[in-house]
């Protein structure tokens, strides 16, 4: 959520911002600054009733003391409406904060200066281009679907027979491959400094607005209205959320947390080859790095995050790319955001495998996570950033493809022996 003295400050600025993300809503801010107004001014009249009350109901003893009843009744005929006039001014106040604070949940983060103007996935700019794509000798690399198929690694259609499409069976080396890349991942962050946190799998709406997937992002959240909960879209959401409604010490930032998660995703709208074998799922795991700083770091922090999730693909030798992601394609929370995407060899194209993204102080204003540099000093917010450290299936997908060999086998990256106890898929040796 936006600061509304900014708003009030440079409401252009803000326009300008919500046209660059693609939300043409110029009225918003308008009616938004409106009921700003209004608030405000129904806030001075009630002052003034009140003050007003206060200077004519001491009067009323002494006018009775005086043996001035009259004078004395009409003082408390004027006390009780104003009474009534400070009750409804208070509702009123109340009321247009309310619809205030709406309408700010539908304004967007403004992107940093850095960010390129875009409107689509094409304006993103690819900053770096890093390993070299795999080539074969003598065969076409297949598509990881049917890799999975012949080695029975995963199971497509049992899961769409007992849930759904989008929620497969790992099955044996499958099963243990993603055991081993969540215990991989995680083993690095804690080596870069990352407390492990395991989080809850079910939020409340409160959390869900704390980091912004309300009220923006309903239709891709389940959710289970009898208990008022959504199962977690990524561990961003409770991790972030743990720290809100407090006040850190300085000293104590930043806060580096990892955790891992299943995350629950409906995907609406997706179609087509995107969401063929791994690509897209509603069910998927992820490591999610998470950290909490001094706003004057938050840059800092930003691309330091970006250099841990790029790590884990560099020991796992798989080619990616580095995209600044436009205004138009970065979302609605973020003020800067990198996507990291794997070469993919069976379908011969990127996959988005992490987003790395600063909200500055947007998600920490939601969240009331602030911090005190002195304990005299008055509270400060945070500014939050996150990342996937990585999530898993595309990941699977890229390691599958990339390392098929001309006998059908698929070689694992060195790295991942000895969390998987088997350095081959289609062999029978462990080792």
């Not at 700010?104 to 281009?129: F, Y």
């Not at 009220?215 to 991790?239: G, H, N, Q, S």
């Not at 939050?384 to 098929?404: C, F, H, I, K, W």
Request: charged share 30%; aromatic share 6%.
């Amino acid at each position: 959520m936006l600061d509304l003295n900014a708003i009030r400050e440079a409401p252009r600025r803000v326009k300008e911002a919500m046209r660059a993300k693609g939300l043409d809503q110029p009225e918003l801010v308008d009616r938004l600054l409106e009921l700003d107004e209004e608030r405000r001014a129904a806030i001075t009249e009630l002052q003034d009733a009140q003050a007003r009350s206060n200077e004519i109901s001491s009067r009323i003893g002494a006018l009775k003391r005086e043996g001035k009843d009259e004078e004395a009744e009409a003082v408390i005929e004027e006390t009780q409406q104003l009474k009534q006039r400070i009750k409804a001014l208070e509702e009123t106040a109340r009321e247009k904060r309310t619809h205030t604070q709406r309408l700010l949940l539908k304004v967007p983060n403004i992107p940093h200066r850095s960010v390129p103007v875009g409107t689509s996935p094409e304006d993103n700019e690819v900053e770096e281009e890093v390993g070299e794509k795999p080539t074969f000798d003598g065969f076409t690399p297949r598509p990881h679907w049917k890799l999975t198929a012949q080695h029975d690694l995963v199971d497509f259609e049992r899961g769409a027979k007992v849930t759904g499409a989008g929620f497969p069976f790992y099955l044996d080396k499958g099963a243990r491959l993603q055991r081993a890349l969540v215990q991989f991942f995680l083993d690095q962050a804690s080596s870069n400094g990352y407390i492990e946190m395991q989080p809850p799998l079910f939020i409340n709406a409160d959390s869900a607005h704390g980091t912004g997937q309300l009220p923006d992002k309903e239709d891709l959240m389940y959710e289970i209205p009898r208990d008022d909960l959504f199962p977690i879209p990524t561990a961003e959401v409770p991790v972030t959320n743990f720290l809100r409604d407090e006040i850190l010490q300085e000293e104590t930032l930043p806060q580096k947390f990892c955790a891992y998660t299943p995350c629950f995703r409906r995907e609406a709208g997706s179609h087509g080859s995107d969401v063929r074998g791994l690509n897209r799922l509603h069910q998927f795991d992820k490591v999610e790095l998470v950290q909490v700083v001094h706003p004057d770091e938050s840059y800092r922090a930003l691309e330091a995050l970006r250099s841990d999730a790029e790590r884990l693909l560099t020991l796992l030798e798989l080619p990616y790319r580095r995209l600044l992601m436009c205004t138009g394609d970065m979302g609605f929370t973020q003020a800067k955001k990198y996507d990291l995407e794997v070469w993919s060899a069976g379908q011969e194209r990127w996959l988005e495998v992490s987003s790395i993204s600063n909200f500055e102080a947007f998600q920490a204003r939601r969240m009331q996570i602030r911090y005190r540099a002195t304990p005299e000093d008055k509270p400060a917010l945070v500014h939050t950033l996150n990342g996937s450290g990585l999530a898993l299936p595309r990941v699977v997908a890229a390691l599958l493809e990339n390392n098929q060999q001309a006998d059908g086998t698929i070689q694992l990256p060195e790295v991942l022996h000895p969390y998987t106890g088997f350095t081959t898929i289609g062999s029978d040796a462990s080792r």
